[in-house]
């Protein structure tokens, strides 16, 4: 598996919100509105993976499936983050 793609729209912050990202996966699929947070103590950034509202629950749209994945797509973001919010 190779990310072939990662986009970084920044926005107003919010709440630690401070973009959103999309990531292409092997020119094959498209995975947009991963939410870029600020961490907590401000030593970097973090991800979110994007939920629904149904009623009081949320439900996860999608989300990687093993670390393996997860640290692909989440190494790939955020050194694209770091590139357009730092500069």
């Known amino acids: 598996m190779k990310i072939t793609d990662v986009q970084i729209t920044p926005i ?10 999309n990531v292409v996966i092997d020119d094959s699929i498209h995975m947009g509105f991963i939410g870029v947070h600020t961490k907590l103590d401000g030593s970097g950034y973090r991800i979110t ?14 989300y990687p499936l093993n670390k393996e ?3 692909l797509i989440e190494e790939a973001i955020l050194f694209k983050a770091n590139q357009i919010l730092t500069s």
Not at 49 to 62: M, S
């Open 12 to 21: 107003k912050p919010k709440d630690g919100l401070v973009a959103f990202a």
């Open 49 to 62: 993976y994007p939920t629904k509202k149904a009623g009081v629950k949320g439900l996860n749209i999608f």
């Open 69 to 71: 994945t997860s640290k």
